[in-house]
Each structure stands twice: as structure tokens, then as C-alpha cells.
């Protein structure tokens, strides 16, 4: 009932840039927060950062002032811009959805993306 849908992965050298963008779209009543997660081989899935219907961010530690999360409320879409990447940047990321359909809420996420740094 709820479809999410991310793009812009790939490969990139150390020092380089990728833009992560996600859409959902479905019988959404309200969307509370969108984020971005990732995992990499091995280890759990960690969030990178999540952005609030009102704005209000929280990134990890690992990502703050490389990444910035923004976020088109009339459109349902979050991006995550991604500079300086690392190598320990590699894993899969996963756009994850806080929704409302009608009086339900719930978790929703996208297939997933790969990003791979090459050092």
C-alpha cells in the first residue's frame, strides 16, 4: 500500500559526492519522518539520518557535516547528499518511511541502494 523507491546509488572514489533520492507514494494519509539507513556487509543496519515532517534532522556521528538530509513535503521525497565520501561509507541504503494510512501507522522501505567508495 505503500511504495518506496530509491535511486542515485553507485560508485565513487574516495573524496567524491553521490546524491541518494527516495519517493513514496501510495494511500498515504501522512508522512511523520523519512530517512536513510544503511548496511554493510556484516553489520547491522544503522540510521544515517532522518528529517521530521517539521524539518528537525538527526544524522550519526559518523556523517555529520559530510551528509545533508532535505526533504519535499508536497512531493513525499527525502535526498540525502553525500560528500567526502569514505570507503567505510560502502553498504546498501535503505530509504525508511514513517507513515499514516488513515488511523494506521506504520514502516515502510525501499529495496535498497548500493554505494560503493573506492579508496
Known amino acids: 500500500q505503500v511504495q518506496v523507491v530509491e535511486s542515485g546509488g553507485g560508485l565513487v572514489q574516495a573524496g567524491g559526492s553521490l546524491r541518494l533520492s527516495c519517493a513514496a507514494s501510495?494511500?498515504?494519509?501522512?508522512?511523520?519522518?523519512m530517512g536513510w539507513y544503511r548496511q554493510a556487509p556484516g553489520k547491522k543496519r544503522e540510521l544515517v539520518a532522518v528529517?521530521?515532517?517539521?524539518?528537525?534532522?538527526n544524522y550519526a556521528e559518523s556523517v555529520k557535516g559530510r551528509f545533508t538530509i532535505s526533504r519535499d513535503n508536497a512531493k513525499n521525497t527525502v535526498n540525502l547528499q553525500m560528500n567526502s565520501l569514505k570507503p567505510e561509507d560502502t553498504a546498501v541504503y535503505y530509504c525508511?518511511?514513517?507513515?499514516?494510512?488513515?488511523?494506521?501507522?506504520?514502516?515502510?522501505w525501499g529495496q535498497g541502494t548500493q554505494v560503493t567508495v573506492s579508496s
Open positions: 528529517i521530521t515532517s517539521g524539518g528537525s534532522t
Open positions: 525508511g518511511v514513517d507513515a499514516n494510512l488513515g488511523y494506521t501507522r506504520g514502516d515502510y
Open positions: 501510495g494511500r498515504i494519509s501522512m508522512i511523520n519522518s
